[in-house]
């Protein structure tokens, strides 16, 4: 059973919009970081966003602060990331990932994730 599963990527243009959605357990849901890292070709693969478990404290990198949210539904167990304003410089593979507590220190740092879904592409045209 794949622990986190990605989905919602896709192609737009600059100035669009995407939802992207990481469906889990219910166990990583609540008592995990969930966090969305993006790596770009030739590129490190860096932190977007990451929230404490329950939701009660969010992380965003700079370069999407005023642009990306992230909501929950706990009915689903299920993470969202709303892009918009989108940049051909977002234009990235995002992966959802998840790790406890006692091993995330930095929450957008990807050290202490343990748990990675696949990945969904998402492009940005200019």
């Known amino acids: 059973q794949v622990p986190l599963v990605e989905s919602g990527g896709g192609s737009v243009q600059a100035g669009g919009s995407l939802t992207l959605s990481c469906a889990t357990s219910?166990?990583?849901?609540?008592?995990?970081?969930v966090g969305w890292f993006r790596q770009a070709p030739g590129k490190q693969r860096e932190g977007v966003t990451s929230q404490y478990p329950g939701g009660f404290t969010t992380y965003y990198a700079d370069s999407v602060k005023g642009r990306f949210t992230v909501s929950r539904d706990a009915a689903k167990n299920t993470l969202y990331l709303r892009m918009n304003s989108l940049k051909p410089e977002d234009t990235a593979m995002y992966y959802c990932?998840?790790?406890?507590?006692?091993?995330?220190?930095?929450?957008?740092?990807?050290?202490?994730?343990?748990?990675w879904g696949q990945g969904t592409q998402v492009t940005v045209s200019s």
């Open positions: 219910t166990y990583i849901y609540t008592y995990n970081f």
């Open positions: 990932a998840a790790g406890p507590t006692s091993s995330v220190f930095r929450p957008l740092s990807d050290d202490g994730y343990n748990f």
